[in-house]
């Protein structure tokens, strides 16, 4: 007789749910890491889905609209995962996923000459300074988003 195992799912006993902080931490982590995201929604035996769970999808699907082109059709930026975050890359722009601020200086290695940056989507400008071997930024404290202050660097074209 065959054994039918099923991982993951529903399971009406657990409570401990993903905020829509930690999907788009999650989202914005495997982008940076060029893998993949998969997002295990576990339907109820009736196939609705919980209201916890449709909630946080549709935050996130908000969060999308607003930021995806920082996200789809990108790859693994040139700047590697760093404790305050990862960079995703596509065309002649670097998109800093800024998911861990402390509150000072950002330093960035030097990725090409940059001849633009500014904060996500809103276009407010990030002063710029090169430094060494690469460059320093610095983000006013009104520009950071408590889930992900993305940074946008446009690359002069080769």
């Known amino acids: ?22 999907l ?12 993949n995201f998969l997002l295990n929604i576990g339907p109820r035996p009736d196939g609705t889905i919980q ?3 449709a909630e946080h999808l549709h935050e996130l699907g908000a ?4 930021n995806g082109q920082s996200i789809y ?11 305050w975050g990862v960079s995703t890359q596509k065309d002649n722009k670097i998109y800093l996923h800024v ?15 940059i001849i633009q940056a500014n904060i996500w989507p809103s276009k407010l400008p990030v002063v710029l300074t090169k430094k060494g071997n690469g460059y320093v930024l ?13 940074v ?4 002069a074209e080769d």
Not at 2 to 19: A, E, T, V
Not at 139 to 145: Q, R
């Open 24 to 35: 788009v931490h999650y989202l914005v982590k495997a982008a940076g890491n060029n893998a």
């Open 51 to 53: 209201q916890e769970f």
């Open 99 to 113: 998911l861990k601020w402390e509150n000072e200086p950002l330093s960035i290695p030097y990725v090409g000459k």
């Open 73 to 83: 059709e990108t790859r693994g930026g040139p700047i590697a995962p760093m404790p």
């Open 138 to 150: 610095q983000l006013s404290e009104d520009a950071i988003d408590e889930i992900d202050t993305i």
């Open 63 to 66: 969060w999308l609209r607003q």
């Open 152 to 155: 946008a660097l446009e690359l």
């Open 1 to 22: 007789m065959k054994q039918l195992i099923i991982l993951g799912g529903y399971k009406s006993k657990d409570k401990n749910f993903k905020n829509t902080k930690e």
